[in-house]
Structures are given as C-alpha cells and as structure tokens.
C-alpha cells in the first residue's frame, strides 16, 4: 500500500518483533478526511505498552508504541467538524466507528467497527512509514511515543487549556480505565466494601474512583510499600501486603468479604482468587490483563451458590466524548487529585528505561515529552 508522504520526519520509539526496541525517524501522512494531526505534549507509559514489549500480545507489524497521551491539534482533514486547531486534547485509544449496532446504542467501548484494535486508522492505512517508505503501524489507532500522529476525529477528546498535559495524557488510559470500573462498569453505591489489587496507575484510578463515589473501607494490596503509601494518600483505608497477608481470609474475617473486588494486574493467579474475596452477592471486575490465550479456573458452584458476579472491563466501559471531559474537570475542581499518579516526567527517548522500570514495579507513572516541548509542561514534577 502507498501511503501520501507528508514532510514532517519525527523521532518515534518503535517496536519491532525479534529486534525489540528502536529510536527511529518517521515521517507522517497527509492530514486525510475525518484526520486530525495532533502534536504530542506528554505520553504516559502504560502496562499495554509493555505487554506489546514482553510478547504477551504478540505483534508482526513494527509499531510506534504509546497510547496514553495528550497534545494540541495542529491540523485538522475534511469534514472534521468537531475539533480547531490549536484546541488541547485528550487522544482515547479506543476510537468508536459511531455507526455499529454498539456504538448506536450507547456502549462505544464495544464498539465492533473499530480499528484500534489491529493498530491502524480507520481505512487500514497506517498513518506513519519508515525511511523506506515502508509502513510502521500506530499502536492501537495512536502511536504517541513521537513529535505528532495522525489520528481518526473520534480518537480526540477536547479538554479545557487548563488541563495540564500530563494530567491529559493519563485520562487517555490508566485513569479513565480505573475511575470507569468503578463508575460505569461496577456502578459502585456508597459505602460498598471494596479491594483493590495492584496499584499502578490503572489500581491507583480505581482507589480515587472508589473515594469518589464513597465506597467504605478501600482495601488498597500491592507488593510494594511505595505504591501503598500512594494509595492510602489517594484514599484507600486499610492497605496489605499482597505477600505476607492472605487477603481472602483477611477480607472475609474483618468485612465478611467484599462487595466488590477490583484485579488491575492481569495474574492469572490473583484473578482466580478474586471470588473466595468476595461476600455473597458480591462482583469480581477484571481490568488488569492477561497475556491472550491464557485460562483461569474458578468455582463455578460458588458463584452460582452466592450470586457472585464476575464483570469484564475494557477502557473502563467509557465512552470516552462523554467520560474525558467530565473526569478533566473532576481534576480542576479539586475532586480527583490526578497529578499525584505522575512519577518523572522525562524525554521520549527514556521510554526504554521507563518501561523496564514499569516491569520491576518501581516509581509511579512515567510520562514522556517529545524533545523540546518540556517547557509547554503545567505541573511541577521531579525530572528523569
Ligand atoms: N500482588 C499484588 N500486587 C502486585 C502483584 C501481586 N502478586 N504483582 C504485581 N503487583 C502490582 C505491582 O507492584 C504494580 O504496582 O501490580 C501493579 C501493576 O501496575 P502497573 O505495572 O503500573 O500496571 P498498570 O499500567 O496499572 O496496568 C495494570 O491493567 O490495563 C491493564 O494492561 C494493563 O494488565 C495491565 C493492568
Ligand atoms: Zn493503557
């Protein structure tokens, strides 16, 4: 396939199967109809983009990775009508067709038209090509590790100027994921007695989203003291060492189980503990996860015996026009304290070390920042 060369050559973090990780130079297509060019501020380093890495979800195509970011629309194709150049943005990953059967009936995150998933634009063309001219595909729709992308109008979410980029950009993923297990996918009521295991930036999302709706006790687990501290800052109540406590036992003998039981790791052997956690009546939500084709085994008689559910989660079951704006503006009324998920900010070509550090489970979310756009930066953060 020939994809229009434009004349924008951008650094980019490639991946490439059998040959890991790549700085290289791209060039990026014509801004097409219903195509926006978007110029990158801050991207996030989500566990997605380290499953890709790891080969937990296998890819041929060489990618540009990313996808959890914010920018400012540069260029706008025809028949854009939705979004100016120069509006700060929110880029969701999971761009909606708008015309399935899902999408019309309001379930955009199902929607079955899209094309983010095999990591191209809406026409199967790529977006970005090599020196070669040949194509290097967008990470789910996005590629946002690099200077601009060229993306579907649906994929951009206007935000409000005050919006910090690195908050913007942490809305493009682990926050609206977590804060939308919570709000849409679980509908959490007030009170719910709920645990979260894993608190990276996905669990530590679904801890503000759980104090937002008044869920009572949090029970925040994880592995490290570090991200517990974080989550008891972010309002979990009670927090345990996932290694030297037995949590099920734990929950069913101070809280007679939980109401709600969120896994934001995506271990096999975490989610197939999550119903002995749970009190009669009582949900599991799986939004960590797992390598494809991996299986779990569960107590079917228990679940059936004690009305316990277990509720899938994609993107927080977002849609994303409707949730972005709204959870931008909880951050500016002082109501989701979303900055604190932000760990160093640093340049884009750190991504390798941010992602190994991801895969240790050390330091809060790492943002990166296309060289020479630090200073456009709205919060004040340690500097990788
Ligand atoms: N018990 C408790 N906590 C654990 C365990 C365990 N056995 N193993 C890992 N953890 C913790 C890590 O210490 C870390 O804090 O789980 C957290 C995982 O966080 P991140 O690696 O930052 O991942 P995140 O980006 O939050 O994504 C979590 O959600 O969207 C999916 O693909 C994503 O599967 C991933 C999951
Ligand atoms: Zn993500």
Redesign the pocket.
């Known amino acids: 396939m020939t994809v229009p060369l434009g004349s924008m050559p951008a650094a980019a973090i490639t991946f490439r199967q059998g040959a890991g990780l790549g700085i290289e130079l791209i060039r990026l297509g014509e801004t097409g109809p219903g195509l926006v060019r978007v110029d990158i501020k801050a991207t996030g380093v ?3 983009d ?2 890709i890495v790891d080969g937990d979800w296998p890819t041929d195509r060489p990618l540009v990775l990313g996808h959890e970011a914010s920018g400012v629309v540069a260029e706008i194709g025809a028949g854009v009508r939705d979004v100016q150049v120069g509006d700060h943005v929110v880029l969701s990953w999971f761009a909606p067709c708008g015309r399935c059967v899902t999408c019309a009936s309001g379930q955009a995150w199902l929607c079955s038209g899209t094309t983010a998933i095999d990591n191209t634009l809406p026409d199967g063309s790529t977006g970005f090509t090599d020196d070669d001219g040949l194509e290097v595909w967008p990470y789910l729709g996005l590629g946002t590790f690099t200077d601009s992308v060229l993306v579907p109008e649906s994929a951009v979410i206007v935000v409000s100027d005050e919006l910090p980029f690195e908050v913007g950009a942490l809305l493009g ?2 926050v609206t ?1 977590g804060v939308g297990a919570v709000v849409n996918t679980a509908s959490v009521p007030v009170g719910s007695v709920a645990v979260v ?8 999302s679904i801890i503000m989203g759980l104090k937002l709706v008044g869920a009572n006790p949090i029970i925040a ?4 003291a570090e ?1 517990l501290a974080i989550a008891e800052e972010l309002g979990a109540t009670v927090v345990l060492r ?2 030297e406590v037995d949590v099920p036992a734990h929950l069913q003998e101070h809280y007679g189980g939980a109401d709600f039981a969120f896994e ?4 096999i ?2 989610i197939e503990s999550l119903p002995s956690m749970l009190s009669a009546g009582g949900s599991a939500v799986l ?4 390598p494809v084709g991996a299986r779990a085994s569960i107590d079917p008689f228990d679940l059936a015996d004690q009305g316990k559910s277990i509720l899938g989660c994609n993107y927080g079951s977002s849609v994303a026009k409707r949730d972005i704006p709204r959870l931008a503006d909880l951050y500016l009324a002082g109501l989701l304290p979303l900055d604190k998920l932000i760990g160093l900010v640093r340049p884009l070509s750190d991504a390798s070390s941010a992602l190994d550090e ?2 240790a ?1 050390v330091g809060l ?1 790492s943002i990166l920042v296309p060289a020479g756009r630090e200073e456009e930066l709205q919060v004040a953060r340690p500097t990788g």
């Open positions: 989500c566990h997605s380290l499953h993923c682990s994921t295991i894993g608190c990276g930036g996905v669990g530590l687990v994880d592995l490290s991200k996932g290694d934001a790791i995506g271990r052997a975490t939004v960590g996860m797992t991801l895969r489970g979310r």
